[in-house]
């Protein structure tokens, strides 16, 4: 049985967890070391029991916490190479640590099969496609701005997605970022709004997928409540009914969120 969670999701840091068998990844670590290690705990987890942690991109709410665990853990981290060498030239990357960059690449990590694929961000940054030891599939996409045809081809036809509804359009139009903020953000090499989010999510369900994540809202432009029902309107629209043929959660901001448990999909 695969689980998925976060430890905490949101503009203000993430980090999420694949879990299978007693073993299992870290997806980033965006606040402190004691508040991940913390999270762990609670859950039952140790140091120990982790295979890795993949690195989504250089930006502090998804490495914060990682120099200060990295002194203490030896934990191999894997990302694409320009963040590895963006992290290791800021000393984050102790040489005891096994830094490993995929690029694309499918790696073998424990006993999961992970491939990373490109986001289209204002820094190098990518997603993962994550096969489980049970053979579940799921896949992990924030901080990007729009959906590319390459990050569409890695979400498909997996079991969980993870995908980033990071701001409520409106909300940010009318909301107290300067200008130049809410063009980035807004940009293609920004981050995903709710409705992209929503109209991604309808897409995947088309190929089967009927469980998902909305990660990295952001505090200041988006709640839970309003990105739920941005997506519940357009699936509702389309015939289909959440809580019935789909499973969607809201990842909470400052704690863990309830497993999500996936299995591989019946054809």
Do not use: W
Not at 30 to 42: A, D, E, F, N
Not at 103 to 118: K, L, Y
Not at 145 to 158: K, W
Not at 244 to 256: F, P
């Amino acid at each position: 049985m695969a689980l998925f969670t976060t430890l905490y999701s949101g503009s203000s840091g993430n980090c999420a967890l694949v879990l299978d068998q007693g073993r299992y990844l870290l997806i980033d670590m965006g606040k402190s070391c004691r508040t991940t290690l913390r999270g762990l705990k609670s859950l039952g987890l140790a140091v120990s029991d982790c295979e890795g942690i993949l690195i989504t991109h250089e930006h502090a709410d998804h490495v914060a916490g990682l120099d200060t665990f990295l002194k203490n853990y030896s934990v191999p981290v894997f990302g694409c190479a320009d963040t590895l060498d963006m992290l290791d030239s800021r000393g984050t990357l102790p040489p005891a640590v096994d830094a490993v960059a995929m690029d694309g690449r499918a790696e073998q990590i424990g006993g999961f099969t992970v491939t990373s694929f490109p986001t289209s961000h204002d820094v190098p940054c990518c997603g993962y496609r994550i096969r489980t030891p049970d053979g579940s599939t799921m896949a992990l996409a924030t901080d990007l701005g729009v959906l590319t045809p390459v990050v569409a081809s890695h979400l498909a036809g997996c079991d969980l997605v993870a995908l980033e509804a990071n701001y409520d359009a409106f909300s940010l139009r009318g909301g107290p970022y300067p200008y130049y903020l809410k063009v980035r953000i807004a940009s293609d090499r920004g981050h995903l709004d709710n409705r992209a989010c929503a109209a991604a999510i309808l897409d995947l369900i088309q190929d089967g997928c009927k469980k998902f994540a909305l990660c990295h809202l952001s505090q200041t432009n988006n709640t839970p409540e309003l990105a739920m029902t941005t997506v519940y309107n357009l699936l509702l629209s389309a015939g289909v009914m959440p809580g019935r043929d789909v499973l969607i959660q809201a990842q909470s901001r400052n704690e863990i969120s309830p497993y999500i448990e996936f299995t591989p999909c019946k054809t």
